[in-house]
Structure formats: C-alpha cells, structure tokens
C-alpha cells in the first residue's frame, strides 16, 4: 500500500490539527470517516476508495501521534487491524524495517458529530479553483491574526479576509457566482477554510455554497477521495 495515500486521508479529517480524534469505518474496500472541530463550527465527511483494510469499525484517538509514527515508515507498506475477541484494539504498519503499533481508542470516548437534520437551501454557488485556492491560502497567511472571511456578494461577488465597514487590513477575492443571487454579507472562520483548503489543494475545480441561513458547504472529488465540509456562520463582521 501507498503510506501517502493513507496519510492523505487522515490529513483531509485532521486538518492541521482541528480534528484530533475520528471514528473511521473501513468496509474492507475503502475508509470513511465523519468528524467535528473541537469548536463544532466545522463539520465534516471524507471517504477513500480502493484501500484495502480489514471491515471493522475503530477509534482514533491521537491523530496527530498516529501522523508522527507513520512518518517514520517509508512510501510502500503494509497495514493491519489488530483484533482480540472480536474487538479492534491496534493498527500494525511496517516497511520492511520498521515496525509501528498504534493503539486503538474506544469508540465511546470520541465525540461524534451530529447529523444535519436539515440542509437549507444554497444560494450562493461560488466557483473554486486552483487560482482561488493559492490566492486564499496565501491571502489567509499574510494576515494571519484576522479569524474570519466574509461573502460579499453583488454585482462583483468577493470573498473577502478581514473584511470591515470601516478602513482595515484586507485581501478580497473575485469569485464567479454561477447563479448571481445576492444575500447579506455573510461570515465563515477563516482559518478552518484555510485549513480545508491546504487539505484538498490538489484538486482544481469544486464550489463554495453558501446559505443566507447561516451554513456553507464545499465538496471535492478527486481520484480515489471524496471530501465534503459544512462550516457555520460566526458572527457577522460590522
């Protein structure tokens, strides 16, 4: 097996470091998880296809130490879900000459994230692309203190970092509405969006919707990955 596959995966849930503890499901041809930031402004589902792994059902506790172990092995290994009674309690993955063990959390002690109980309607549909997405990354970085972004959208529909109505430090986006709605200004957490952004960089084409009702969703699907996110409004900027 490919480690950066794998490794892959789990960067699409931790995001930087958001998303620590998961409850994956591997049902013997690929992995899914479901998640939530530890600030439940994020919610979250990524799904690999073609990785073989034993079904089962298992706690990751400590993404970040499992990160650091697989680190340690080279590109091509193979990987196995240690079981006693029935019950999941490791993952083994070694390259041949090197051995590593991580040991499986149980089930209860993970936060699972709530089902969306109604998905209200988008308005917005903004296109994302590679240029949006290194202009974002790069944006959220040289202003790295500002915590939000904000829709503005109009006849020129922006996202902007650090938006204000009064004079301010800011790095505005042209984004391509494809359904020219316009609704109130409208503010997400920039730094999970950064995050979400860095973790799915590699695909070219995907689309920000946004709801007037508090709620935007963005889905990428490349080769074998399919990662969809759902981040909650946070207070409008004045």
């Given at each position: 097996?490919?480690?950066s ?13 958001n ?22 402004s ?5 799904k690999?296809?073609n990785?073989?792994?034993t079904e ?14 697989l ?13 006693a009674?029935e ?5 083994s993955?070694?390259d ?12 209860s ?12 309607e988008?308005?917005l ?16 970085g ?8 904000t ?6 529909t ?21 359904n020219?709605?316009?609704?109130d200004?409208i ?20 689309t ?15 080769n ?15």
């Amino acid at each position: 097996m490919d480690k950066s596959k794998l490794v892959k995966f789990i960067n699409k849930y931790y995001l930087g470091g958001n998303v620590n503890s998961v409850v994956v499901n591997s049902d013997g041809n690929g992995l899914s998880t479901r998640f939530v930031s530890s600030d439940k402004s994020l919610l979250g589902e990524v799904k690999l296809k073609n990785y073989s792994l034993t079904e089962a059902e298992f706690g990751v506790y400590t993404t970040d130490v499992l990160l650091k172990m697989l680190s340690v092995l080279d590109e091509n290994i193979s990987v196995e879900l240690k079981k006693a009674n029935e019950k999941v309690h490791s993952l083994s993955a070694n390259d041949g000459g090197a051995d590593i063990r991580y040991m499986l959390s149980d089930l209860s002690v993970i936060n699972q994230p709530p089902k969306l109980k109604q998905i209200p309607e988008f308005e917005l549909q903004l296109k994302v692309d590679s240029t949006f997405i290194k202009k974002f990354i790069a944006g959220k970085g040289a202003l790295p203190d500002t915590e939000s972004f904000t829709v503005v959208s109009g006849n020129n529909t922006e996202v902007v970092i650090g938006y204000s109505s009064i004079a301010t430090n800011r790095v505005a986006i042209p984004v391509k509405n494809e359904n020219d709605n316009i609704i109130d200004n409208i503010s997400f957490n920039a730094n999970l969006f950064k995050d979400v952004l860095e973790a799915n960089k590699e695909n070219d084409s995907a689309t920000l919707e946004v709801s007037s009702e508090g709620l935007a969703r963005i889905k990428f699907n490349m080769n074998d990955y399919e990662s969809t996110y759902y981040l909650v409004a946070v207070q409008n900027v004045n």
